[in-house]
């Protein structure tokens, strides 16, 4: 596996279901992140961990519950989710405090909530 | 005053073509900036990066930046069809947030 990589690709959850998106990275990088992205919107940060703390919490309902257990994986539980919270759920990785911080992708979850 | 503006689009150019794609920004402070490309149902993937003003080519793609004018712009020569995908410009703000636009969608007719 190379570059940063997320399970499952689609899921689709009801109202009621507890699922949890996966992400790792193989890139090395110190710093992982979950963006939102919705329809017509910009890209949405949610979470950002450094050196595996929690360093941003974009004001992100409690339905959504980040976990960091090391710094090559990152996890987004979810629980009771609404139906405008389907959308597409990104991962991203980067080496913080390098030159310009670039932040790379993973392929992203689709996210569909009845 | 939103913190990182572009065009929604769609912008439409002929195959061979210049593609100017424009990009404003809130912050002055900022120093890094990027370029994404994200196809359609896929994930933004990096195009450019820039951090000083001026002009950074890269193959066909060129990004300008001009931190007094708060802008940044990104321009593809030779336009082909697989260039047509939504461009997110993305600004790293003074505190270490990223910021992105919301995209311009580029369609590159053959």
């Known amino acids: 596996e190379t570059g940063v990589t997320q399970t499952p690709r689609h899921l689709v959850m009801g109202m009621t279901n507890k699922k949890s998106l996966k992400c790792e990275q193989h890139l090395g990088h110190n710093a992982m992140y979950w963006y939102k992205q919705s329809a017509k919107k910009p890209l949405e940060l949610m979470f950002v961990?450094?050196?595996?703390?929690?360093?941003e919490n974009n004001s992100v309902p409690s339905r959504f519950s980040p976990e960091c257990p090391n710094s090559s994986h990152l996890f987004l539980h979810l629980h009771t989710l609404q139906p405008e919270d389907s959308a597409l759920y990104l991962c991203?990785?980067?080496?913080?405090?390098?030159?310009?911080?670039?932040?790379?992708f993973g392929p992203g979850t689709r996210l569909t909530v009845l | 005053q939103k913190e990182v503006e572009q065009n929604s689009g769609p912008l439409s150019v002929p195959e061979g073509a210049i593609a100017s794609l424009n990009c404003t920004y809130s912050?002055?402070?900022?120093?890094?900036f990027f370029w994404y490309r994200q196809y359609s149902g896929k994930s933004p993937e990096l195009i450019m990066s820039i951090y000083s003003n001026g002009d950074k080519e890269d193959g066909r793609f060129t990004a300008q930046l001009n931190k007094a004018s708060q802008y940044v712009s990104l321009l593809i020569r030779d336009s082909q069809p697989s260039d047509s995908a939504t461009y997110l410009c993305?600004?790293?703000?003074?505190?270490?947030?990223?910021?992105f636009g919301q995209g311009t969608e580029l369609s590159v007719k053959p």
């Open positions: 993305a600004v790293k703000f003074w505190g270490g947030k990223l910021i």
């Open positions: 991203a990785s980067s080496q913080a405090q390098s030159t310009g911080d670039t932040q790379y």
């Open positions: 912050d002055r402070g900022s120093q890094s």
């Open positions: 961990y450094s050196l595996e703390e929690r360093v």
